[in-house]
């Protein structure tokens, strides 16, 4: 297992840094699967016989692990670089899946909570993060694009596994009906096909050999920002700083705006325009809507990460938040007039959502510098977990309170989307907050004293 180790995966002399968005496109394709759990939702929740709140759960549980495993093993994903990394989360996630389709053949909810949820969210943490860094030290001239570039895919991944699930549930069913063991059976297909995509990335992920540089590209020719720093945070300073916890409760409130309607959007999609026991959108129309928020993520994280370049990465965090929460208030006051508008509306909020994580790893690449940006990157996606624990638990216990699954309408949901406006708003006024990190802060540069700060007294 050699092959793994980081000093055989150094790019050889004229190596294409073009080969490396596909390796992590490989990677996140698959692991974006998570997007796309809405699909079978309602199937697992009449199997196990339990509330949508109890299914959401496993979601929930995944999202957690993602950020808790990126967090401890993110200076370890720096170490052994991303092929051992991305080999790893390979197992996990395909491992995840068989687990979670033992749980539901034998009626256990808990092996599909440790399955899917803890195992399988680990694949999660450990798949998110690895190409990162890894693209960004490829593309140290367009760190958003290189981001967007890196995370898009895991944005996207609902848009080719909500129809293949609409599909294969459907062939799996016994006479038209989709139940546990459908789901099953879709858990199994999934473990071996994720597994056999991804090792394609592994084979194919290489890291820049040291000094290595774009052609010409010039460092000392780039024109100095208030906001991007030339210095470097190590990642146990990082979290000592304030401009972390504050781009910490962004991401937090970002992704707790968006993750609750996402996770909800196929049963969304079909009680907004509901009248009673008529149904205006089918289960395959609301399967459809979840593909194309799929893509309104996918783009969203590789247009807005490229567009934080000129922008500016807290320019463009002020737009995901300012206009968020202008959209909630009309998807809250208007959405249900239109379906067309419902389905814009939520496609903008999602490509915010989307592009949010996209732009963050270039925000703290700006912010402490790319000397562990990777490792400081995995500590932020605890407020990933975080929102992954909120962002649902705020949607279902809402819903669950207002009424009975299945016969929910638009007013039902206006409580829980103002939730998230006055959510967004908190979100905006700490991305306000957020200066230039202090030089305190700062690793000594090279001939300085490892004891000597540079600035002791600069403030925050």
């Known amino acids: 297992m050699k092959f793994l180790d980081r000093e055989h995966t150094v790019a050889p002399a004229g190596y294409s840094r073009w080969l490396i968005p596909p390796a992590a496109l490989a990677v996140h394709l698959c692991i974006g699967q998570v997007y796309a759990t809405s699909v079978y939702k309602e199937a697992l929740r009449e199997h196990f016989g339990t509330s949508l709140t109890a299914i959401g759960v496993i979601f929930s549980i995944a999202i957690v692990m993602l950020g808790l495993s990126a967090a401890v093993f993110g200076t370890w994903v ?3 670089g991303p092929r051992k990394t991305m080999f790893t989360a390979a197992c996990c996630w395909a491992v995840g899946f068989f687990v979670a389709a033992a749980g539901i053949s034998a009626g256990q909810l808990w092996l599909v909570y440790l399955g899917y949820g803890v195992i399988g969210g680990i694949g999660l943490g450990l798949g998110y993060i690895s190409p ?34 609409r599909q294969l549930l459907s062939w799996y069913g016994s006479d038209g009906v989709v139940g546990g063991d459908a789901v099953a059976k879709l858990f199994v297909t999934f473990g071996i ?20 540089k774009p052609p010409h590209f010039d460092p000392s020719t780039i024109k100095p920002k208030a906001m991007v720093t030339d210095a470097d945070v190590s990642a146990a300073n990082a979290i000592k700083t304030p401009q972390f916890w504050l781009l910490w409760i962004v991401l937090a409130c970002n992704v ?15 009680d907004y325009f509901s009248s009673g026991s008529a149904v205006a959108v089918t289960a395959v129309a609301a399967a459809g809507f979840v593909g194309l928020l799929s893509v309104a993520n996918m783009v969203g ?5 490229s567009a934080s370049d000129v922008m500016g990465r807290k320019p463009t965090y002020m737009l995901y938040l300012g206009a968020g929460i202008a959209i909630y208030l009309l998807l809250a006051t208007i959405g249900s007039t239109s379906t067309a508008l419902f389905v814009v ?18 925000y ?18 605890t407020a990933w977990s975080t929102a992954g624990i909120l962002g ?67 403030k925050d």
Request: glycine share 12%.
């Open 132 to 165: 990162v860094s890894t693209l960004m030290k490829w593309f140290p001239d367009r760190p958003g694009l290189a981001t967007g570039m890196a995370i898009m895919g895991f944005g996207g991944g609902a848009m080719v596994a909500a129809p293949l699930s």
């Open 345 to 362: 509306l939520c496609a903008v909020i999602i490509s915010f959502y989307g592009g949010g994580f996209a732009t963050v790893p270039a």
């Open 364 to 381: 703290l690449r700006d912010l402490f510098g790319t000397y562990q940006v990777g490792a400081i990157h995995g500590r932020l996606l």
């Open 256 to 270: 707790t705006a968006g993750i609750g309607i996402l996770e909800q959007a196929a049963e969304m999609i079909q």
């Open 78 to 80: 720096e170490r052994v």
């Open 301 to 305: 994280r590789f247009v807005w990460s």
């Open 193 to 212: 096909a994720y597994f056999v995509v991804m090792m394609m990335g592994v084979f194919t992920v290489r890291v820049p050999a040291p000094g290595w």
């Open 392 to 458: 649902p638990l705020i949607v279902n216990g809402i819903l669950d309170a207002q009424g009975t699954p299945g016969e929910l309408t638009a007013a039902d949901y206006r409580p829980a989307l103002f939730t998230m406006v006055g959510i967004l708003a908190v979100g905006f006024v700490a991305n306000l907050l957020i200066r230039p990190v202090a030089s305190r802060w700062h690793e000594p540069k090279r001939g300085e004293a490892a004891s000597e700060p540079a600035a002791s007294g600069a």
